[in-house]
């Protein structure tokens, strides 16, 4: 089945492959009222004549997506509570910025890879939970309750989010995708340009709590929640191109991602409600 989104193309030519050795085709000696498999049927080295019949591949369920984003999010928070509670305070930063580094690689390798690797996924997994883990024990630290309304907050609007897609209220269509990638890969380039300029000392007033704060982190989480339609139309399309099942996990850590940036987005804009607490 042909997509208009490049990702699911790359992953359905790579799937292609592989439904290639497992799936039922017509062979070259197949006849009427018979099953063949493709490649024919090879007897056993050793001529014992004996046929051999390719693995089958199973294909992507949305149960399949449930369960895996599940499991990374209990890997998730798992590795968030260990890190909250063994990471001493004086490392909180270190291990922040080391996490957000490795998870950073770790998150563009799985994007750009043309093939589902459950183990970089969950690895994946763990190191974004220091993350969030240091991250939310630092403004715990310093506005009581702020981690679990952010929390609520998250999974609240990835639930409203989930309902309008079904609804249909809102079409992730090819024009909606270039346009929502091309705005994440703008916030994406000013964060970066905020993060360096503030190496420096210069202060772009983008996170500081000004009128410009709240609404830079308004604009990114409207922008992170719609990016959950485009998550749920690639796990639509991506069934019914019949990828094989561990494509899940492909799938699964999109809306991890997600929900990972709309967590720290509101997080930081609860935050400047409460600065003068």
Known sequence: ??????????????????????????????????????????PYP??????????????????????????MLAILGASAAAAWVL????????????????????????????????????????????????????????????????????????FLMAMIYKARIIRATPKFARIMVAVIAGLFGV???????????????????????IGFSLVCIVVASLSFVLNFAQIEEGVRMGLPQRYAWTAAFGIVVGLVWLYIEILRLLSYFQGDD
């Not at 085709?25 to 090879?42: E, K, L, R, V």
């Not at 591949?57 to 949305?62: A, E, F, I, K, R």
């Not at 939970?129 to 952010?150: E, H, N, R």
């Not at 964060?191 to 704060?213: E, I, K, W, Y």
């Open 191 to 213: 964060m970066l340009v905020n993060l360096v300029l503030a190496l420096f000392g210069v202060n772009t007033h983008l996170r500081d709590g000004s009128p410009l704060a």
């Open 87 to 158: 990471v001493p305070d004086a490392l909180v930063g270190v291990a922040w910025i080391g996490a957000a580094v490795v998870g950073l690689v770790l998150g563009l390798v799985i994007s750009f890879s043309r093939m589902a690797n459950p183990a970089l996924v969950v690895a994946y997994s763990i190191v974004e939970g220091v993350f969030v883990g240091m991250v939310s024990k630092a403004f715990d630290s310093l506005y009581d309750g702020i981690v679990l309304q952010a929390v609520a907050a998250s999974f609240g609007v990835f």
């Open 1 to 42: 089945m042909k997509t208009s989104n490049p990702v699911l193309a790359r992953l359905g030519q790579a799937a292609e492959r592989e439904r290639a050795t497992g799936y039922a085709q017509p062979g070259p000696y197949a006849q009427p009222g018979y099953p063949q498999q493709y490649p024919p049927q090879q």
């Open 46 to 71: 050793g001529g014992y004549g004996q046929p051999v019949a390719p693995p089958a591949v199973t294909p992507m369920t949305l149960d399949d997506v449930v369960v895996k984003t599940v499991l």
